[in-house]
C-alpha cells in the first residue's frame, strides 16, 4: 500500500497533464486545486474531453497492480540481530531518502524550476513532474484578474503591439555590470558622496539616466526584471512562484538567436536565489558562479563567494577568451551584508556612517582595476557597458524609505557609439534590455513590460509592488492603488525632501497614471496567468 497509494496519486496527477498541459503550455501547481474549488468550473467537461488519457491512466494503474507483490516476508524484529538492524538501517535509510528528496546535496531544495538545469526551456516541463510542481507551489497564490479596460486597449496604451521588424545587430559587444545594492543616495554624481570616486569620473563620458527605479527590493526581484522585462507583483517572488515554469524568454536566449555568445557571472554559490535555475530555464546556456571559479580557496570571502575586485578581474579574462559579438553581464557581491573589506583597502577607502559605504567603496575601486584591465582588450574598443544596481539598501534620510527614493538605483550606459548625456525622463529595470537594443541597431524585440528609452512616444514610468499595493512613479509623482483600483496614495516628492505633497485626484496627471497603471496590472497579469509572456 505504501508503494500503491503514492504511485497512484503520482501517476494520476502526471496524467493530468498530459492533456491539460496543452492549454496551460507547462505543468500544473498547486493552483489545480483552486481551480477544482471554484465552483464554476465544471469538471464533467474536461472529463468528457480527456477519456483517453483517462484510459491510459487507468491501464497503467492495473498493470502496475497486476505486477506489485502482495505478499513479502515480514521482518522479525525480534529474531536474532534483526532489532538492532532496524536500529542501525532505519535512521541511514531515511537520511538517504531525504537527500534524494530535496535534490541531493544542493544549496536549496530541488524545485520544479531546476528543471531548466539539466534541459533545454522548451523541454525543461517534460524533465519535471507535476507533483513536483504541486509541491513547488503549496501555500503561493495566484495573480488576481484585473478588468479595467479591454486587453487589447491596454497594450495599445503600454505601446507594447508595435510591428516587429526582424533584423540583425550591429555587431557590439555588450556588458552589463550590475552593483549589489548600488542604491542613488551613495553616489557623487548623483547624490554628491564620496564613496564611488570612478563611477563619478565615469558619469561625465557616459549617458547618465538620472531617474531609474529598481522594480523591486531584493536581488530576487532583479534578475526577472533586467533580463525578461519581468516586474514582480506579486507576495511571491516570481522566481519562487506558482509560475516559475511559465515560458519566458530572456535576453541572453534573444541575442543568442541573434549570433551572440551569452553568459551570466556571479561569484555567489550557484544556486543562491534560484538565479541559475531561472535564468537556464528561459534561455542561458552559459553560468559562471562559485563552483566555476578556478581560485576559491584564495579569494573566497568567507561569507557569500569571491571578492568583488578578483572576481572582476576573473571576469575581464573571461571575456578575453570569448567569441564576439558576446552578451555578458556580472554582478557583484561585495557590498552586500556583511560588507566585507578586504584589510589592505580598510584605512585607504572613505567610510561614512554606515557600514555598507566603504563597501561600496570597494566595489568601486574593482570597478576602477576591471575598466583599466578591460581597456587593454582587444574587445574593449567594440563594446557597450551598462552599470546599475539591483536594488538599493538602507540610507540615512527619510526619503529613502519613500516609495521613490527606496527604488532610486544609478543607470549608466557607456563605450562605443555612447555621446555622453543626461537624460531626466524615468525609467525602471524593465526598459534597460530595450533600450540597449536600440544601441544595437535591434527594432524586433521579445515581449516585456519595458520599453526603449530612446523611444520618443514613451514617457518613461516604473512600476513595483508593496504591502499589498501597485506603485507607478513617475517622478516626482507617485500614484498607488489598491486590487481594486482604488487609488490609496497620491503624492509627490522632490529628491532629498523630508516629507510628500499630498495631491487632489482631480488632477489630469493622476487620470493619465492611474489610467497607465491599469493597463500595466491588467497586460502583466493576462500574460503570466494565461502563460503567453511571449
Avoid at 86 to 104: D, E, H, K
Wanted: charged residues 20%.
Amino acid at each position: 500500500m505504501l508503494f500503491l497509494i503514492p504511485t497512484t496519486l503520482t501517476l494520476f496527477l502526471n496524467g493530468i497533464d498530459t492533456a491539460y498541459s496543452r492549454i496551460t503550455a507547462k505543468r500544473t501547481g498547486f493552483e489545480l486545486f483552486d481551480l477544482l474549488a471554484d465552483g464554476g468550473n465544471k469538471i464533467a467537461p474536461y472529463i468528457a474531453d480527456y477519456i483517453p488519457a483517462i484510459a491510459g491512466i487507468l491501464l497503467i494503474l492495473f498493470l502496475i497492480y497486476r505486477i506489485t507483490p502482495v505478499k513479502g516476508k515480514p521482518l522479525l524484529l525480534f529474531q536474532k540481530h534483526a532489532f538492532w538492524k532496524s536500529v542501525l538501517l532505519t535512521p541511514l535509510i531515511a537520511a538517504l531518502w531525504l537527500l534524494c528528496a530535496r535534490g541531493g546535496l544542493r544549496l536549496k531544495p530541488l524545485r520544479s524550476i531546476d528543471a531548466g538545469e539539466y534541459a533545454a526551456a522548451g523541454l525543461a516541463p517534460l524533465v519535471s513532474s507535476t507533483p513536483l510542481q504541486i509541491m513547488s507551489t503549496i501555500g503561493q497564490k495566484q495573480l488576481p484578474e484585473f478588468d479595467f479596460m479591454p486587453l487589447v486597449d491596454a497594450e495599445k496604451l503600454l505601446g507594447l503591439n508595435k510591428a516587429k521588424v526582424p533584423n540583425l545587430p550591429n555587431g557590439k559587444n555588450v556588458v552589463f555590470i550590475i552593483v549589489e545594492s548600488l542604491g542613488r543616495d551613495y553616489t557623487g554624481f548623483l547624490n554628491h558622496q564620496k564613496f564611488t570616486p570612478f563611477l563619478d569620473s565615469l558619469s561625465k563620458e557616459s549617458i547618465n539616466y538620472r531617474f531609474c527605479y529598481a522594480n523591486g527590493t531584493k536581488s530576487i526581484e532583479m534578475v526577472p526584471a533586467i533580463f525578461c522585462g519581468l516586474p514582480g507583483l506579486a507576495e511571491d517572488h516570481y522566481i519562487n512562484s506558482i509560475y516559475s515554469a511559465n515560458r519566458v524568454q530572456n535576453i541572453f536566449a534573444y541575442l543568442d538567436n541573434k549570433g551572440y555568445s551569452t553568459a551570466f557571472f556571479h561569484g555567489g554559490a550557484n544556486g543562491t536565489m534560484g538565479f541559475q535555475a531561472f535564468l537556464e530555464h528561459t534561455g542561458l546556456k552559459h553560468y559562471y558562479g562559485l563552483n566555476e571559479y578556478p581560485n576559491k580557496e584564495r579569494d573566497y570571502d568567507g561569507h557569500w563567494g569571491i571578492a568583488d575586485e578578483p572576481y572582476l578581474q576573473y571576469c575581464a579574462n573571461q571575456l578575453n577568451h570569448t567569441k564576439q559579438p558576446f552578451f555578458q553581464s556580472i554582478f557583484t557581491l561585495s557590498s552586500h551584508h556583511p560588507y566585507i573589506v578586504p584589510e589592505k583597502y580598510k584605512n585607504i577607502l572613505a567610510q561614512g556612517p554606515l557600514e555598507i559605504h566603504q563597501s561600496i567603496g570597494y566595489t568601486d575601486l574593482a570597478l576602477r582595476n576591471f575598466f583599466e584591465t578591460a581597456k587593454k582588450a582587444p574587445w574593449f574598443n567594440n563594446t557597450i557597458f551598462v552599470i546599475t544596481g539591483d536594488h538599493t539598501s538602507y540610507g540615512t534620510e527619510d526619503y529613502f524609505y519613500s516609495q521613490s527614493g527606496h527604488y532610486e538605483i544609478p543607470l549608466l550606459i557607456f563605450g562605443t557609439g555612447i555621446t555622453p548625456a543626461v537624460f531626466d525622463k524615468s525609467l525602471s529595470q524593465c526598459d534597460i534590455a530595450p533600450t540597449i537594443l536600440d544601441k544595437l541597431g535591434l527594432q524586433d524585440r521579445w515581449f516585456n513590460m519595458g520599453r526603449s528609452a530612446s523611444d520618443s512616444s514613451y514617457s518613461g514610468y516604473s512600476v513595483h509592488y508593496d504591502a499589498g499595493i501597485y506603485y507607478l512613479v513617475q517622478y516626482p509623482y507617485v500614484l498607488g492603488i489598491n486590487a481594486n483600483g482604488k487609488t490609496v496614495d497620491f503624492s509627490s516628492r522632490y529628491r532629498n525632501d523630508k516629507r510628500a505633497k499630498q495631491l487632489t485626484q482631480s488632477m489630469d496627471i493622476h487620470r493619465k497614471m492611474k489610467r497607465l497603471l491599469e493597463a500595466y496590472l491588467q497586460v502583466y497579469s493576462f500574460r503570466i496567468r494565461k502563460n503567453r509572456w511571449f
